[in-house]
C-alpha cells in the first residue's frame, strides 16, 4: 500500500477507501457539520427547498450563531432565529444561545464535540482549526453544508500536503500565533491554495492545546484547505475529559509523500506583527515601535482561550491602558469566561481599563462591540486584517499574539511585552 | 453558456471582506447584498456595473471567508463571469455549488484592460478580447465540476442522485 499523510488517511476512511492520492476526487463521510447564524440561514433555505424533511443526524448538525450574537440588530436576530427554529424543529443535540454560545472554534473542541480522526466541515473558514486535535476539518460554503445536512456525505478532492518542520526552542512571548504569522509572511496567503499543511517538529509537540489551535485556526490565511498536528499525549490529556464519542489517533506514515517540505528554525523567530491589509505583512513587533494605536482587541476563535487570558492578564496586572486607548477582552466561550474570573483576570482586566464583552466574534469581523472609525487603528489578537475588516474602510489592524496586545495597551503603540516585563 | 460584457479588472488577493463586507451580512437577500457588492474596493462598482459584465482579476480572487454571500452578491449585481489568475478555496467550491461561472487564466489578465468587451465561451473555456482581438485559453473545468455545472449546482446535483 502507498504510504500515507495523516490527511490523506482520515480521508480514506471516511470514503471507505483503502488509500486515496492527492487530486482523487471522492465523497466522503462527515463526522460533523457546522453553521453559524452568517452561513447557516443560507444552508438552511437550500435544505428546505430541496424537499428534505430531516438532518442526516442530530447530533452531527451543529448550529452556533456567535458572530453577531448577542443579535446585535433586528436583522441580525431574525438570522439568528432562522437557527433557532431550524434546531428546535430538527432537535438538534447541539445548538447554542444565551449564556451557553461561545465562539464556535473554541466551543466545539472544548465541548468534546470534534474528536480526534474526525472528517468536520463548516461553514466557516477557520473551521480548519480543529486541526489541532488531529482531525481533518475544512471551511465549506453553505450550500455544501446543505448538502451535508441532508446526505450526510460531501465531496472532497484529496490535497497534497506541505511538510512544515519547526526545530530550535521558542522564545519568550513566542506563542503558536507567532509562528503561523512567520510562516504565512514566508509562504504568502495564496502560499498553501489547496493544500493540506502538516506541522511537525520538537516546538510544535511542545505546544499547548490552545497554542495549537490559534496555529491551525490561520491554515485558511495561507490559503490552505487544512491545517493539521498529529495527535500526542497533550492531545489526548486534552480530549480524555472531553469526547463525547470515541476518538482514532492517525500519523503520518515516515515515507509518506509531500509536495513541498519547509523547515523553520524557531530560535530565530520573535513575537511577529501582520500589517494592514494582508496576513503575510509580517514584521518583527520591534520594528513596528513608533506605530500608535486606539483600540486592542483580545479574543477570537485565534486567540480568545484560557491561555491567551492567562497571558493578557501577567502583562496587565497591575498596570494600566494607555490614555486614549480601548481595551476590549472577549473571552471565546462561557466556560473560559467563568474561568478567567474564577482565576482573578477580571479583576486584572478591569483595573487596567478594558471592557469584558461577552463571547462573541463581535468586532473580528466588524460586526459589533468594538468597531473601528475612519482613521482609527487596532492590534487585535483576531485572524485578519483586510480592508475595513474590523469596521471603516478606512481603519487598520494589525495582528498579534495576546501577549503584544496587552503590551500594546499599556504603552499606547505597538510595543514588546518586555518593554513593559522589565 | 457564452457571455459577452465589459470587463472590470481588480488586483491580487481580492478577499471576501472586499466583495461584500461583512456588515451587510445580517442579510441573505441577494438583491440587498448586490447593491454593496465590492464596495470596499470600489465604491461606484454597484451603480455603474452593467448585466453581462465580466471581473478580470489577479491572483487568489475570493480569498479569506467561507461566505457565499459573495459569490451571491457578485452573482445578483448582473456579472456575468468571473476570470482570475487563481480563485481561493472555497470560493472555487462556492461558485460552482451556487451557479456563479467562473474561468482560471493566467494570460488573461495580463492582456486585458477595464472596459474591454469580452466574449467567453464557459463550454470550450475560450476567452476572446474583442477590443483588443486577443484570443485566451481558460485552464479546463474538471469533469466533476462540469457536471455540477450542468446538473444546475451541488443541490440539483445531489436530487438527481436521489440522496434527498
Given at each position: 500500500?502507498?504510504?500515507?499523510?495523516?490527511?490523506?488517511?482520515?480521508?480514506?476512511?471516511?470514503?471507505?477507501?483503502?488509500?486515496?492520492?492527492?487530486?482523487?476526487?471522492?465523497?466522503?463521510?462527515v463526522?460533523?457539520a457546522?453553521?453559524?447564524?452568517?452561513?447557516?440561514?443560507?444552508?438552511?433555505?437550500?435544505?428546505?427547498?430541496?424537499?428534505?424533511?430531516?438532518?442526516?443526524?442530530?447530533?452531527?448538525?451543529?448550529?452556533?450563531?456567535?458572530?453577531?450574537?448577542?443579535?446585535?440588530?433586528?436583522?441580525?436576530?431574525?438570522?439568528?432565529?432562522?437557527?433557532?427554529?431550524?434546531?428546535?424543529?430538527q432537535?438538534?443535540?447541539?445548538?447554542?444561545?444565551?449564556?451557553?454560545?461561545?465562539?464556535?472554534?473554541?466551543?466545539?473542541?472544548?465541548?468534546?464535540?470534534?474528536?480526534?480522526?474526525?472528517?468536520?466541515?463548516?461553514?466557516?473558514?477557520?473551521?480548519?482549526?480543529?486541526?489541532?486535535?488531529?482531525?481533518?476539518?475544512?471551511?465549506?460554503?453553505s450550500?455544501?453544508?446543505?448538502a451535508?445536512?441532508?446526505?450526510?456525505?460531501?465531496?472532497?478532492?484529496?490535497?497534497?500536503?506541505?511538510?512544515?518542520?519547526?526545530?530550535?526552542?521558542?522564545?519568550?512571548?513566542?506563542?503558536?500565533?507567532?509562528?503561523?504569522?512567520?510562516?504565512?509572511?514566508d509562504?504568502?496567503?495564496?502560499?498553501?491554495?489547496?493544500?493540506?499543511?502538516?506541522?511537525?517538529?520538537?516546538?510544535?509537540?511542545?505546544?499547548?492545546?490552545?497554542?495549537?489551535?490559534?496555529?491551525?485556526?490561520?491554515?485558511?490565511?495561507?490559503?490552505?484547505?487544512?491545517?493539521?498536528?498529529?495527535?500526542?499525549?497533550?492531545?489526548?490529556?486534552?480530549?480524555?475529559?472531553?469526547?463525547?464519542?470515541?476518538?482514532?489517533?492517525?500519523?503520518?506514515?515516515?515515507?509518506?509523500?509531500?509536495?513541498?517540505?519547509?523547515?523553520?528554525?524557531c530560535?530565530?523567530?520573535?513575537?511577529k506583527?501582520?500589517?494592514?491589509?494582508?496576513?503575510?505583512?509580517?514584521?518583527?513587533?520591534?520594528?513596528?515601535k513608533?506605530?500608535?494605536?486606539?483600540?486592542v482587541?483580545?479574543?477570537?476563535?485565534?486567540?480568545?482561550?484560557?491561555?491567551?487570558?492567562?497571558?493578557?492578564?501577567?502583562?496587565?496586572?497591575?498596570?494600566?491602558?494607555?490614555?486614549?486607548?480601548?481595551?476590549?477582552?472577549?473571552?471565546?466561550?462561557?466556560?473560559?469566561?467563568?474561568?478567567a474570573?474564577k482565576?482573578?483576570?477580571?479583576?486584572?482586566?478591569?483595573?487596567?481599563?478594558?471592557?469584558?464583552?461577552?463571547?462573541?466574534?463581535?468586532?473580528?469581523?466588524?460586526?459589533?462591540?468594538?468597531?473601528?472609525?475612519?482613521?482609527?487603528?487596532?492590534?487585535?489578537?483576531?485572524?485578519?486584517?483586510?480592508?475595513g475588516?474590523?469596521?471603516d474602510?478606512?481603519s487598520?489592524?494589525?495582528?498579534?499574539?495576546?501577549?503584544?496586545?496587552?503590551?500594546?495597551?499599556?504603552?499606547?503603540?505597538?510595543?514588546?511585552?518586555?518593554e513593559?516585563?522589565? | 453558456?457564452?457571455f459577452?460584457?465589459?470587463?472590470?479588472?481588480?488586483?491580487?488577493?481580492?478577499?471576501?471582506?472586499?466583495?461584500?463586507?461583512?456588515r451587510?451580512?445580517?442579510?441573505?437577500?441577494?438583491?440587498?447584498?448586490?447593491?454593496h457588492?465590492?464596495?470596499?474596493?470600489?465604491?461606484?462598482?454597484?451603480s455603474?456595473?452593467?448585466?453581462?459584465?465580466?471581473?478580470?482579476?489577479?491572483?487568489?480572487?475570493?480569498?479569506?471567508?467561507?461566505?457565499?454571500?459573495?459569490?451571491?452578491a457578485?452573482?445578483?449585481?448582473?456579472?456575468?463571469c468571473?476570470?482570475?489568475?487563481?480563485?481561493?478555496?472555497?470560493?472555487?467550491?462556492?461558485?460552482?455549488?451556487?451557479?456563479?461561472?467562473?474561468?482560471?487564466?493566467?494570460?488573461?489578465?495580463?492582456?486585458?484592460?477595464?472596459?474591454?468587451?469580452?466574449?467567453?465561451d464557459?463550454?470550450?473555456?475560450?476567452?476572446?478580447?474583442?477590443?483588443?482581438?486577443?484570443?485566451?485559453?481558460?485552464r479546463?473545468?474538471?469533469?466533476?465540476?462540469?457536471?455540477l455545472?450542468?446538473?444546475?449546482?451541488?443541490?440539483?446535483?445531489?436530487?438527481?442522485?436521489?440522496?434527498?
Amino acid at each position: 500500500m502507498r504510504p500515507m499523510t495523516i490527511t490523506e488517511k482520515i480521508l480514506a476512511r471516511h470514503a471507505g477507501l483503502k488509500e486515496v492520492t492527492p487530486g482523487e476526487l471522492i465523497n466522503a463521510k462527515v463526522d460533523i457539520a457546522l453553521g453559524n447564524d452568517i452561513t447557516a440561514p443560507i444552508a438552511i433555505n437550500e435544505f428546505r427547498k430541496s424537499g428534505a424533511k430531516k438532518v442526516f443526524n442530530r447530533n452531527k448538525v451543529i448550529l452556533v450563531p456567535d458572530h453577531f450574537t448577542p443579535n446585535k440588530d433586528i436583522k441580525s436576530a431574525a438570522q439568528c432565529k432562522v437557527l433557532r427554529d431550524f434546531a428546535i424543529e430538527q432537535k438538534l443535540t447541539h445548538y447554542y444561545e444565551g449564556g451557553t454560545v461561545g465562539v464556535e472554534h473554541a466551543l466545539l473542541p472544548e465541548k468534546g464535540i470534534v474528536v480526534p480522526g474526525d472528517l468536520v466541515i463548516g461553514a466557516d473558514s477557520h473551521t480548519c482549526t480543529y486541526g489541532a486535535l488531529g482531525a481533518f476539518s475544512t471551511g465549506v460554503g453553505s450550500t455544501d453544508l446543505a448538502a451535508v445536512m441532508v446526505t450526510g456525505e460531501l465531496w472532497f478532492k484529496v490535497p497534497e500536503s506541505i511538510k512544515f518542520v519547526f526545530t530550535g526552542k521558542l522564545r519568550k512571548w513566542v506563542s503558536g500565533k507567532d509562528l503561523i504569522l512567520h510562516l504565512i509572511g514566508d509562504i504568502g496567503v495564496d502560499g498553501a491554495l489547496y493544500k493540506a499543511m502538516e506541522f511537525t517538529g520538537r516546538p510544535i509537540e511542545a505546544l499547548s492545546m490552545d497554542s495549537r489551535m490559534s496555529m491551525c485556526n490561520m491554515a485558511i490565511e495561507a490559503g490552505a484547505k487544512s491545517g493539521i498536528i498529529a495527535p500526542d499525549k497533550v492531545t489526548k490529556a486534552y480530549v480524555d475529559k472531553r469526547a463525547e464519542r470515541p476518538y482514532k489517533f492517525y500519523s503520518s506514515d515516515e515515507d509518506a509523500v509531500y509536495c513541498e517540505v519547509r523547515e523553520y528554525d524557531c530560535n530565530a523567530i520573535e513575537p511577529k506583527v501582520a500589517c494592514p491589509h494582508l496576513p503575510e505583512n509580517t514584521k518583527n513587533v520591534g520594528e513596528l515601535k513608533n506605530i500608535t494605536i486606539d483600540q486592542v482587541v483580545i479574543g477570537s476563535c485565534t486567540n480568545g482561550r484560557i491561555e491567551d487570558l492567562a497571558v493578557a492578564a501577567k502583562i496587565l496586572k497591575g498596570r494600566k491602558t494607555a490614555k486614549y486607548v480601548r481595551l476590549i477582552i472577549i473571552p471565546a466561550t462561557p466556560h473560559i469566561y467563568n474561568e478567567a474570573m474564577k482565576k482573578g483576570y477580571f479583576d486584572i482586566f478591569l483595573k487596567a481599563g478594558a471592557v469584558i464583552s461577552p463571547p462573541t466574534c463581535g468586532p473580528c469581523l466588524g460586526g459589533h462591540m468594538g468597531i473601528l472609525a475612519a482613521g482609527e487603528r487596532a492590534v487585535a489578537t483576531t485572524n485578519r486584517n483586510f480592508v475595513g475588516r474590523m469596521g471603516d474602510v478606512k481603519s487598520e489592524v494589525f495582528l498579534a499574539n495576546p501577549a503584544v496586545a496587552a503590551a500594546s495597551a499599556i504603552k499606547g503603540r505597538i510595543a514588546h511585552p518586555d518593554e513593559v516585563m522589565k | 453558456m457564452k457571455f459577452k460584457g465589459n470587463a472590470w479588472k481588480f488586483g491580487s488577493d481580492i478577499d471576501t471582506d472586499r466583495i461584500i463586507p461583512a456588515r451587510y451580512l445580517n442579510t441573505s437577500d441577494p438583491k440587498e447584498l448586490a447593491k454593496h457588492c465590492m464596495e470596499d474596493e470600489d465604491a461606484s462598482f454597484a451603480s455603474k456595473v452593467r448585466p453581462g459584465d465580466i471581473i478580470v482579476a489577479d491572483k487568489n480572487f475570493g480569498c479569506g471567508s467561507s461566505r457565499e454571500h459573495a459569490p451571491i452578491a457578485i452573482k445578483a449585481s448582473g456579472i456575468a463571469c468571473v476570470i482570475a489568475k487563481s480563485f481561493a478555496r472555497i470560493f472555487y467550491r462556492n461558485s460552482f455549488n451556487m451557479g456563479l461561472p467562473i474561468l482560471e487564466s493566467e494570460e488573461a489578465f495580463g492582456s486585458i484592460d477595464a472596459g474591454d468587451v469580452i466574449e467567453v465561451d464557459m463550454d470550450t473555456g475560450e476567452i476572446v478580447n474583442a477590443t483588443k482581438n486577443l484570443r485566451f485559453k481558460a485552464r479546463a473545468i474538471p469533469p466533476f465540476m462540469q457536471e455540477l455545472i450542468n446538473s444546475g449546482g451541488l443541490m440539483e446535483a445531489i436530487k438527481k442522485k436521489g440522496a434527498v
